[in-house]
């Protein structure tokens, strides 16, 4: 009984073999609300290849002739050189130090830039 207007989605790579972004949008299309794809990355990739992904990702999310995807947010801002787990530390769009200081730039920040310029 509780009402909502928004729907949000987790998007990692994997589900992509699993489930396919298209079927997953065709699937939350059913719903007369909009769509934030709340928290979306791909692991263990190049970082050319995780640029590619998430910037492909992202165009095919707003351009979708729905018009309902209303945001996307990449998991996460930041690397964590000391996360417990291994697979943890390189999600970030920026490459961060132990003591958690942005050192540069990678290239998924950029391709992801040019497209909110």
């Keep these: 009984g509780v009402e909502f207007d928004l729907l949000g989605w987790d998007w990692y790579s994997q589900m992509e073999k ?10 939350l299309m059913k719903y007369d609300m909009d769509v934030i794809f709340c928290e979306t990355n791909i692991s263990e990739a190049p970082e050319k290849y995780r640029a590619e992904y998430l910037s492909g990702l992202m165009k095919k999310l707003y351009n979708h002739p729905s018009g309902k995807v209303k945001g996307m ?6 690397d964590e050189p000391t996360h417990d787990n291994e697979k943890e530390r390189t999600y970030g769009l ?20 040019k497209l909110l310029v």
């Design 18 to 27: 699993e489930y396919g972004i298209d079927a997953c949008l065709e699937d």
């Design 94 to 113: 920026v490459c961060a130090d132990e003591q958690g200081n942005a050192i540069g730039l990678k290239d998924a920040y950029l391709e992801i830039q």
């Design 73 to 78: 947010i990449v998991y996460e801002l930041m």
